[in-house]
Nanobody
Framework: QLQLVESGGGLVQPGGSLRLSCAAS????????IGWFRQAPGKEREGVSC????????NYADSVKGRFTISRDNAKNTVYLQMNSLKPEDTAVYYC????????????????????WGQGTQVTVSS
């Protein structure tokens, strides 16, 4: 069974940090670009960041550039999202997703391109 599982969410004060993990089971992440998305209550899903298969190309939403860093460890079959300088507007459920594409193809922040999705992890930024 193909599955993505997010972890690392929680409650953090503004200015704090969290690291989210996206672990795959039942398949190898090597063959997929991975994206992180988020959805806040009453808002549409937003692409946050993505990383291509080799890990050499990344994309970030303007709202998180300079604060979030995506990385992957294919040996551990896991992708990470390091989130620093968190703001209340970062509060959302965060999802990771996998998109099968070419080895050197860039990743995209459109959720329509992604085939597999995790269940999400809640991130709350509040004092």
């Amino acid at each position: 069974q193909l599955q993505l599982v997010e972890s690392g969410g929680g409650l953090v004060q503004p200015g704090g940090s969290l690291r989210l993990s996206c672990a795959a089971s039942g398949f190898t992440l090597d063959y997929y670009a991975i994206g992180w998305f988020r959805q806040a209550p009453g808002k549409e899903r937003e692409g946050v960041s993505c990383i291509n298969r080799r890990g050499g190309r990344t994309n970030y939403a303007d709202s998180v550039k300079g604060r979030f860093t995506i990385s992957r460890d294919n040996a551990k079959n896991t992708v990470y999202l390091q989130m620093n300088s968190l703001k209340p507007e970062d509060t959302a459920v965060y999802y990771c997703a996998a998109d099968a594409r070419g080895l050197f193809s860039p990743c995209v922040l459109s959720g329509r391109d992604y085939e597999y999705w995790g269940q999400g992890t809640q991130v709350t930024v509040s004092s």
